[in-house]
């Protein structure tokens, strides 16, 4: 039975990215309470991207835990997440970067071409133009990629983008990153088995709500719907 209790504490940025802390305490067999930080990217897995500190704290209740870590500036639990990715790269874990990158860039692209839509289950304000639902219908086949490369393990993602690229390594700091991001996602967007634009509106027009939800849980909370 897993006893470990997890309690949000922080969002920490660093190097553009936004980490999400945890403090992560557990009742030991001597029964002494224990606890260490945890941080996990936003668009990361529990467990999968998730990297963590030794046991810091060693307490005999885990209130005590509690109020010493709340004494802890911010300052520090960014020093922590800098130690602790450091001793992540120093055994050789590997890191989901690119596949969290992708899923970045897709959604902040999404969620451009969508903006927001009023969503109208009655129909009683009309239904979106037609350049609208093009565009709607735009973000949703990015939306579908973007699911899709969730559902893939970092290390088989960052094999089949080699594979794609015929062996092109994606440079984070090169000019050419978008033009080889596109090309995986064109890659990606042909082989789904994806509804045509006609088929997909009439879906859309029927069902907004369900498609609001979808797009809300994938963007806004982070995590597959």
């Known amino acids: 039975m897993d006893?470990?209790?997890?309690?949000?504490?922080?969002?920490l940025e660093r190097e553009g990215e936004t980490w999400a802390c945890f403090l992560v305490?557990?009742?030991g067999p001597d029964r002494?309470?224990?606890?260490?930080?945890?941080?996990?990217p936003k668009d990361g897995e529990v467990g999968e991207?998730?990297?963590r500190t030794a046991d810091i704290f060693r307490e005999a209740s885990e209130s005590e835990i509690h109020r010493k870590a709340?004494?802890?500036?911010?300052?520090?639990l960014s020093g922590l997440l800098s130690s602790a990715l450091h001793t992540r790269e120093a055994a050789g874990g590997d890191s989901p970067r690119l596949r969290r990158w992708f899923r970045t860039m897709l959604s902040e692209n999404s969620q451009?071409?969508?903006?927001?839509w009023p969503v109208d289950p009655n129909g009683t304000a009309g239904k979106p133009d037609l350049g609208k639902l093009r565009s709607l219908y735009a973000s949703y086949r990015l939306d579908q990629v973007c699911h899709f490369i969730a559902l893939v393990h970092p290390d088989d993602f960052d094999a089949a983008v080699n594979q794609i690229l015929e062996g092109k390594v994606i440079d984070f700091g090169s000019r050419d990153i978008l033009q080889f991001?596109?090309?995986?996602?064109?890659?990606?967007d042909h082989r789904l088995p994806l509804p045509s634009f006609e088929i997909w509106a009439e879906d859309f027009l029927g069902n907004q709500e369900a498609y609001?939800?979808?797009?809300?849980?994938l963007h806004r909370e982070g995590r597959l719907p």
């Open 212 to 217: 609001a939800l979808y797009s809300h849980t």
């Open 70 to 76: 709340r004494a802890l500036g911010r300052p520090l």
């Open 3 to 11: 006893r470990t209790r997890r309690l949000s504490v922080a969002f």
């Open 49 to 51: 991207a998730e990297i």
């Open 181 to 188: 991001a596109m090309m995986v996602v064109e890659f990606i």
């Open 32 to 40: 002494r309470w224990y606890g260490y930080f945890s941080f996990r």
């Open 25 to 27: 305490t557990a009742l």
């Open 112 to 116: 451009g071409l969508s903006g927001d």
